[in-house]
């Protein structure tokens, strides 16, 4: 669903816009899943799950304008586009928007590789902003790859690009992985 091919930026944005009209189509309702439904999946397969509208996907995802694509083991995509909504008072999208994209894709790049019964919550993002976005920038990809995974500690990094490949901002990730709570 991604491609590092951008040589035709207008074919790759009417294809992301084509894809992500199709995730909108199929998603449930914006809700919270409980820790007892999330501990019976695996990562991947609760994402999946998300991603195919067989569970609720959380509600930032309404709030700021982005919808997941693709979860894969060790790899995750969301697509955004940012609106004037999102201005900070210096009239560009406040840092936070991409922020939340990042932290969404390099943190359920983590989850992607949970087995059953394992979660995890973040202990430090970083951030590197490269350009601004604006309402014209038009949609963006977050796609989170997992760097290590160990039984307490995991690391990802992830990419916010448009569709000609032009960087926005890049993060990473440092996540605790531990036991989910055996019920809500």
């Not at 951008?6 to 790759?12: E, G, M, V, W």
């Not at 294809?15 to 809700?31: C, D, Y």
């Not at 509208?53 to 700021?64: A, D, F, S, W």
């Not at 901002?169 to 440092?174: C, G, M, V, W």
């Amino acid at each position: 669903m991604t491609t590092t091919d951008h040589s035709d930026p207008a074919a790759i944005r009417a294809r992301w816009e084509e894809e992500a009209e199709t995730v909108r189509r199929r998603l449930r309702q914006a809700s919270t899943n409980s820790l007892a439904t999330i501990g019976q999946y695996s990562g991947l397969e609760f994402l999946q799950a998300m991603f195919n509208g067989e569970l609720p996907h959380p509600p930032i995802g309404e709030t700021l304008n982005f919808l997941p694509i693709l979860a894969e083991e060790g790899r995750v995509v969301f697509q955004g586009t940012p609106q004037a909504a999102h201005y900070n008072p210096i009239s560009s999208v406040h840092g936070g928007w991409a922020a939340t994209l990042l932290d969404s894709c390099v943190g359920c790049a983590v989850q992607s590789t949970l087995p059953r019964g394992r979660g995890y919550t973040t202990l430090e993002l970083k951030v590197n902003y490269v350009r601004a976005l604006t309402p014209d920038t038009g949609p963006v990809r977050a796609e989170g790859k997992v760097i290590h995974v160990g039984g307490r500690v995991a690391t990802a990094e992830g990419r916010l690009t448009d569709p000609a490949g032009k960087l926005y901002a890049h993060a990473s990730t440092t996540c605790m992985v531990m036991e989910l709570p055996q019920g809500d």
